[in-house]
């Protein structure tokens, strides 16, 4: 499997421990180049973000309706055995499941969930859809794809975005969105949710106070389920590592990161 990888080499004197970063539903490696990707080289990280098969330009598209939860764990593992040193894991929204997941049977320096799908999974957040946008979830559903739920500027402002974002930023980054597997969303409904218990691995939970998709009491409930405090930025929607307060979250990330030694 061909796997899109974007690599930053780090500005200053490198840092032991490399980063990688893990999108989400709908996205692919890009959401983090814009910020992440070129902050935390700055200060030292050697970074990656990987887009998952049938994201930007990994292969796999044509698949990317039946890939499952477990397919995008496989990936992850994939990148990581391909590198020199265990990786930090960054995971925002599905990639903060796919984090959990992989973090059951196998053990990293650290791991950030960033605005993660909780533990118990999207039954909250698939209830919002369902009642915000009753016919985009039935076509959705119908066509057995989640396309139809971001397939607008306004639905993909609304899910991921505070309503402030300039027009051109919204327009260049609806423009990125692609469809996400069917197969994959009922893992994280249902079929296959992670189990906290197995996993040992010093954590960061963030989330944001605004998320349309995952809640504050959610954020809080998978801080919980690994033993940590929750921390929730106010004034933030779903997309933290690009709405206009993203480098406050990234400064936090890189506080963590020191108290870990990393």
């Not at 930053?8 to 989400?24: D, I, N, Q, W």
């Not at 539903?25 to 970074?47: I, K």
């Not at 959990?100 to 950030?112: F, G, H, I, M, T």
């Not at 040992?200 to 605004?210: E, H, I, Q």
């Amino acid at each position: 499997m061909d796997l899109e990888l974007i690599k930053k080499e780090p500005v200053s004197a490198a840092r032991p421990t490399p980063l990688l970063f893990v999108h989400g539903m709908w996205h692919a490696a890009w959401c983090w180049a814009e910020h992440f990707l070129p902050y935390f080289a700055q200060h030292g990280y050697l970074c990656y973000a990987l887009s998952l098969r049938g994201h930007g330009a990994s292969e796999g598209r044509e698949r990317l309706r039946c890939t499952s939860l477990a397919d995008y764990v496989a990936d992850v593992a994939h990148i990581v055995s391909q590198m020199e040193r265990p990786p930090v894991l960054v995971g925002h929204s599905m990639g903060g499941m796919i984090v959990q997941k992989y973090l059951e049977s196998r053990r990293v320096p650290a791991a950030v969930l960033l605005a993660s799908v909780p533990p118990r999974g999207v039954l909250l957040a698939t209830l919002r859809v369902l009642f915000r946008h009753p016919l985009a979830f039935l076509k959705a559903n119908l066509t057995f794809s989640l396309f139809p739920i971001i397939s607008t500027p306004g639905l993909t402002r609304e899910a991921f975005f505070s309503a402030d974002i300039p027009e051109e930023k919204l327009t260049a980054y609806f423009s990125r969105m692609q469809d996400e597997s069917y197969r994959a969303y009922l893992d994280v409904l249902a079929l296959n949710l992670p189990r906290p218990k197995r996993v040992t691995t010093p954590m960061l939970v963030l989330g944001a106070a605004d998320d349309a998709l995952i809640s504050p009491d959610e954020v809080e409930a998978t801080a919980r389920a690994y033993g940590t405090r929750a921390e929730v930025f106010p004034d933030m929607a779903h997309d933290m590592m690009l709405e206009s307060g993203w480098q406050a979250v990234a400064d936090r990330m890189l506080n963590w990161l020191e108290d870990q030694g990393l």
